[in-house]
């Protein structure tokens, strides 16, 4: 598949008109991924990288190398009487240089380091005529030297500073250099750089994968002349071999894959681009390299070895009967692999040498978007060839494009020679619980307050996959909602009648979906009454959504880790923002040039918006210097007037945080706006440009009839195939953080001191010094945005006439502004 052109198929399903107005493209990568700038991105210092010497006419020897040179001068018309000399033969440095006859002889010292002699060769008669001369530059110079500077052991995924001797150059050290030297190590996405400037010294820091074995890290450094040292470091990185049974169902947090099992970290640990795994939680085989970027495209239409899952070494010193087994699903929610591109598993033999053991292509173009491919379950025996102490097997995918592309997603990987099938004495959880809200996953709890009941859900599902051979009970279970701090608010039992319930014992390898009537249950009525009875302006809070399930007789000895599938939650978000999303994108929508995509939302009681939060993510293509329209419409059932645009310049979120999977780029409006009760759209315009600009689209979510577009013949609203959320968020009244900036970003300076805070009725400001009281314009406003007063250049506010409650104080010199949150007691 073609990423610049995908899903063609798609978008005819879509039946958008005019046909291509959207398209949906695979991610890039998670440059997040890469890890923060204040624990390993290199310090800024002068490069002054080697490159290339140009020694063209210079003829290069090494100490105690002959040069014998015919020169070749012209003689016609000199005659016969000839006399032949040399400039600079008698003063050679790095010789004995003679000419005679037309030939130069140059013997170089045995011991010469470095020296350059320039001779000029020429030929005159008794009459003084000469012939054109002939000069030629001699470098003596003697091999580069590689200095070995020890070997340091260094953890998996460890750090190590080696101190590299000042350069021992002829005439110093003109430029250097710093690469792997290790072709033999099997370890990918190591990192080495530079400690200090070229002034300074040549010390560096290395950054060890996972991977055991031998690791090299070579130092160059040369002279203007070329001549180069290098100054060679290993480092050992030590695997402790592990013992049967292997055992993984990436049910744990994190991205990466847990470190004591696995030596590679290119796959994605999540909970989102798959489809009903048999066990919360997969590694997805994703096309992006463990740094979250694409890897380089190889130029072919080949598909070649992307990503890699490589097991710890493992002892099977007599280990008979045993066999690999695990499930896998091709694309989920993520893009689709082809024919050409596989999955594949490899065993290593003792020798080093990986056999492909099992392979499966990916799928056929002509399959459907819209149709999902369950998990299969494998079972691979291991040969008594690779019974051995320190046996490694591995997964790997094969991929033809960029990008976060041709997607497997692996999970419940099992080697053993008891528990050598698929069956395990395991019940698993197969997604985390809903959310409380819908179609929302996160408002302010005044938003909420304000609609009512009718913003909770109807009904949670549950769904419970049970690896086991035989009909299985739950022992026990609880449904839990409780505040983010771990109060809880309501609870029940799991498979009680109200809930879950039905028949308690739950089929041998098989799945069971269930769902429950919310509203029913008495734990609604107790939640309601929880965010009812909250301060309309109390500060943000979450609340967790809890499942958790005991199997007595499951076999919790088995391996660490098999029962953290038996507890899955989700959290939901009551702050100053609105959204559909659940934070992470599988995909991006694209307009075309002209088209305006929006997302509604529903103001429940008189709000402002004050900009919005977007999910971008970094395209295989940059989006040159076009700006970011972003526009907001009102109307009652679809769009009509647009109250506002602004453009904004593109950042990318990664680029200033990368503590999450996926981060948002924040954008405040020049202006407040005023929000009634009542439908609002938000969303951006194309504008002209090489590329388009692509916003992450979640599909894990889906609300239904909220998404437009308008390609200039109306708006139609945005169905097909591909259902999803936009990952655009209207930021609120309350919002007080700082918008993503192109400089390092800092909170925003306060203009003035605000005391008491809480307050009983008067309000005191005291600039910040260098600023102006009469300078300063000063307007306060209710939680949901309300303007009540406005006044400049006072040094008091009286709010004893107002209830006791949450404001929002704006304070402006005309050049900035600054926000308070002020409690009225």
Known sequence: M??????????????????????????????QLQPAAEAKAPPVVEKRVCSTFDLEG???????????????????GLGDKLVFGCEGCADASGGIATFRLDTLRYGAASGAVQELDT??????????????????IVLVQRAGRTIELGDQAVDPGGVANVVVPPADLPGGAFCRSIAGCAPTYPGRGQDF?????????????????????????????????????????????????????????????????????????????????????????????????????????????????????????IDLQGA??????????????????ERQDSFVVQFLTPAGNWNTVFSVPGMPTTEGNNSDRPFIGYTIPVGPEYQYFGFQFRFASKSTEQGAVDMWHLDYVKLDNLSNTLITQDMAFVNPPEGIL??????????????GNDLLRDSFRLAVYNLRNDITPMSSGNLVISTGSGQAITSGGLLSPELFGGATGFAPQAYDFRAMDFRGWNGFADLSAFLAGLDSAAPPFKVRTSYRMIVDTEDRSFAPGIVQNDTVSTLTCFDEFMAYDDGTAEVTLEGQEGTVILQQFDAFVPD?????????????????????????????????????????????????NRDTLQGYTTYLFEERLDLPVGRFFVGWEQQRANRNIGIGFDRNNQPENVQWFDFGNGWQR?????????????LLAGFDDFQTSVSTPTPPTELVTVYPNPTSGTLHLRPRPGTHLYSLEVRLYTANGSLLRTQRGTAQLALDDLPAGLYLLQVSDGQQRSHHKIIRR
Request: proline share 7%.
């Open 320 to 337: 008979a009967n045993t066999a690999l087994n695990f499930y896998l699903q091709p694309r989920g929610l993520g893009n689709r692999p």
């Open 608 to 656: 402002m918006l004050v900009g919005l939060r977007i999910r971008i993510p970094r395209g295989l293509g940059g989006l040159g210097d076009q700006p970011l329209r972003l526009v907001v419409y009102t109307g009652d059932t679809v769009p009509v007037t647009r109250i506002y645009e602004e453009d904004f310049p593109i950042l990318y979120a990664e680029s200033f």
């Open 2 to 31: 073609n990423v610049r052109l995908l899903l063609p198929a798609l978008l005819l399903g879509l039946g958008f008109s005019p046909l291509f107005a959207q398209e949906f493209r695979p991610l890039a990568g998670y440059d």
């Open 193 to 313: 750089y530079f400690l200090n400037g070229f002034e300074n010294n040549n010390n560096f820091r290395y950054f060890a994968t996972r991977y055991g074995g031998t690791d090299a890290v070579c130092v160059t450094v040369c002279n203007e002349l070329g001549l180069c040292d290098v100054y060679r470091s290993t480092f050992t990185v030590t695997r402790n071999t592990t013992d049967l049974p292997f055992f993984d169902d990436f049910s744990y947090g994190g991205f990466r894959p847990a470190e004591d099992l696995w030596q590679d970290e290119d796959v994605l640990i999540n909970r989102n681009f798959a489809i009903n795994p048999p066990s919360v939680g997969v590694a997805t085989f994703d096309a992006v390299n463990s740094q979250g970027a694409p890897y380089t495209a190889t130029g072919t239409s080949l598909a070649s070895f992307r990503d890699f899952l490589t097991s710890t070494p």
């Open 438 to 451: 819908e179609p929302y996953t996160a408002l302010p709890i005044r938003q909420y307050q304000a609609a």
């Open 718 to 730: 945005l169905t097909g195939t591909t259902r999803g959320a936009i990952m655009v968020r209207p």
């Open 119 to 136: 001779l000029v060769l020429s030929v005159c008669n008794q009459a003084g005529d000469c012939a054109e001369p002939l000069t030629v």
């Open 58 to 76: 210079i003829t290069l020897l090494a100490p105690g190398e002959n040069l014998e040179l015919r020169a070749g001068l012209d003689t016609t």
